[in-house]
């Protein structure tokens, strides 16, 4: 478990300044993710996420519900995040913090309103029945970038989450339990993720992922959210300094490579997942 600390003046030179050089504390390029560890089950839609030493949780629920007057077609994506005080010792127990808001938004726009889920097929009957789906992410342990590895373990709960199935005939719904007939998996669109980028030296310097200690010496970070259909789904800066157009073009370029690595490794531990319980 990783403690967020006061890094000393030294310690923040030492770091820059291996920044500056090409040199991170972790041995990687500038441009490198960390490993990444996908871990399913035991029930159908819970996703472990390992980031180097962060780690984050989510777990896929739904139930039945009446659907929005103004969406009589459409089921519910809902997110919801626990940052926990075993990972956040900063932060008061119950009550929001700045930090859980600003990932809370910038997940809620990247898979909710890039509309990575197909809603209409969450549709039971029109008007009356429709499946709410409520992605719960937990962030177990925080060593930096935790926007990148929520994103991961919320698109890989999703696409590995099995719905009952259900039958209607007339106006009687039937939804048979998960015993007596195979689940139904989500319909996913597309699988946007998030990129994160740190910056140094008024935008000079940039880093890919990073971690607990370069985000405390940081002067300003920005999420890409992408797919392999090189589609920006979203962008978020929140604050910081300003930014060359140079810059964001070059952040661009990566985070397409990168959002395609990344979905590549959610699709294999699917697939290992699949072989394993002969999906």
Same mark, same amino acid.
């Given at each position: 478990?990783?403690?967020? /600390?006061?890094?000393?003046?030294?310690?923040?030179?030492f770091?820059?300044?291996g920044?500056?050089?090409?040199?991170?504390?972790?041995?990687?390029?500038?441009?490198? /993710?960390r490993?990444?560890?996908?871990?399913?089950?035991?029930?159908y839609?819970?996703?472990?996420?390992?980031?180097?030493?962060?780690?984050?949780?989510?777990?896929?629920?739904?139930?039945v519900? +009446?659907?929005?007057?103004? +969406?009589?077609?459409?089921?519910?994506?809902?997110?919801?995040?626990?940052?926990?005080?075993?990972?956040?010792?900063n932060?008061?127990?119950?009550?929001?913090?700045?930090?859980?808001?600003?990932?809370?938004?910038?997940?809620?726009?990247?898979?909710?309103?890039?509309?990575?889920?197909?809603?209409?097929?969450?549709?039971?009957?029109?008007?009356?029945?429709?499946?709410?789906?409520?992605?719960?992410?937990? /962030?177990?342990?925080?060593?930096?970038?935790?926007?990148?590895?929520?994103c991961?373990?919320?698109?890989?709960?999703?696409?590995? /989450?099995?719905?009952?199935?259900?039958?209607?005939?007339?106006?009687?719904?039937?939804?048979?339990?998960?015993?007596? +007939?195979?689940?139904?998996?989500?319909?996913?669109?597309?699988?946007?993720i998030?990129?994160?980028?740190?910056f140094?030296?008024?935008?000079?310097?940039?880093?890919?992922?990073?971690?607990?200690?370069?985000?405390?010496? +940081?002067?300003?970070?920005?999420?890409?959210?992408?797919?392999?259909?090189?589609?920006?789904?979203?962008?978020?800066k929140?604050?910081?300094?300003?930014?060359?157009?140079?810059?964001?073009?070059?952040?661009?370029?990566?985070?397409?490579s990168?959002?395609?690595?990344?979905t590549?490794?959610?699709?294999?531990?699917?697939?290992?997942?699949?072989?394993?319980?002969?999906?």
């Amino acid at each position: 478990m990783v403690k967020e /600390f006061e890094l000393s003046n030294n310690e923040k030179e030492f770091i820059l300044k291996g920044i500056k050089e090409g040199l991170r504390l972790d041995n990687r390029d500038k441009n490198e /993710f960390r490993a990444i560890g996908i871990i399913f089950g035991p029930e159908y839609g819970r996703s472990e996420v390992i980031l180097g030493n962060t780690r984050v949780l989510a777990k896929v629920s739904c139930e039945v519900i +009446r659907p929005y007057p103004d +969406r009589p077609n459409e089921g519910m994506i809902t997110l919801s995040t626990e940052l926990s005080p075993m990972a956040f010792p900063n932060i008061e127990p119950g009550r929001p913090s700045e930090e859980e808001v600003l990932v809370s938004r910038i997940l809620e726009k990247a898979i909710k309103r890039s509309r990575a889920i197909d809603t209409e097929g969450l549709c039971i009957v029109a008007n009356e029945k429709v499946w709410s789906i409520r992605v719960d992410i937990h /962030f177990l342990d925080h060593d930096g970038n935790i926007i990148d590895a929520a994103c991961i373990a919320a698109i890989s709960a999703l696409a590995h /989450f099995r719905r009952p199935d259900v039958t209607v005939i007339g106006e009687e719904v039937t939804i048979h339990p998960i015993e007596q +007939r195979n689940p139904v998996p989500l319909s996913v669109l597309h699988m946007p993720i998030c990129i994160t980028f740190a910056f140094f030296e008024d935008g000079k310097y940039v880093v890919v992922d990073p971690t607990l200690q370069e985000e405390q010496i +940081r002067q300003g970070d920005m999420t890409m959210t992408l797919n392999v259909h090189k589609e920006l789904c979203t962008l978020s800066k929140a604050g910081g300094i300003p930014l060359e157009m140079e810059t964001i073009i070059d952040c661009s370029r990566i985070a397409t490579s990168k959002a395609t690595w990344i979905t590549e490794q959610i699709h294999s531990a699917l697939e290992a997942e699949a072989k394993k319980l002969k999906f």
